[in-house]
């Protein structure tokens, strides 16, 4: 079992900044990637930023790219969204997501937070 704690979000009015952050706990031998992920009601979820925790690699969608930045701390399980310039459009529910081995099994396998809404207004 593995437990992901997100915290962070809020609402902030444009150009300000918020910081998410979510760590894993529970039953992981290793972790390949974690990163956020956000939704808007009625759109798929998409890629805000992952990292992967060997190589410290990073994807951005280009739509945050110069604005946000994730980090990662490989002791503690658990990566940081710095989120700065917001804009109305970066209004969504943000979700963590492990992509993470088990100690049972050989097979990676992915897990989601509940998500933290974070809303971009004046």
């Known amino acids: 079992q593995v437990q992901l704690v997100e915290s962070g979000g809020g609402l902030v009015q444009p150009g300000g900044s918020l910081r998410l952050s979510c760590a894993a706990s529970?039953?992981?031998?290793?972790?390949?990637?974690m990163g956020w992920f956000r939704q808007t009601p009625g759109k798929q979820r998409d890629l805000v930023a992952g990292?992967?925790?060997?190589?410290?690699?990073?994807d951005y969608a280009d739509s945050v790219k110069g604005r946000f930045t994730i980090s990662r701390d490989n002791a503690k399980n658990t990566v940081i969204l710095q989120m700065n310039n917001l804009k109305p459009e970066d209004t969504a529910v943000y979700y963590c997501?492990?992509?993470?081995?088990?100690?049972?099994?050989?097979?990676?396998?992915?897990?989601w937070g509940q998500g933290t809404q974070v809303t971009v207004s004046s």
């Open positions: 997501n492990i992509f993470y081995r088990t100690f049972q099994s050989s097979a990676y396998d992915n897990y």
């Open positions: 529970g039953n992981i031998f290793s972790i390949n990637r």
């Open positions: 990292i992967y925790f060997s190589s410290g690699n990073i």
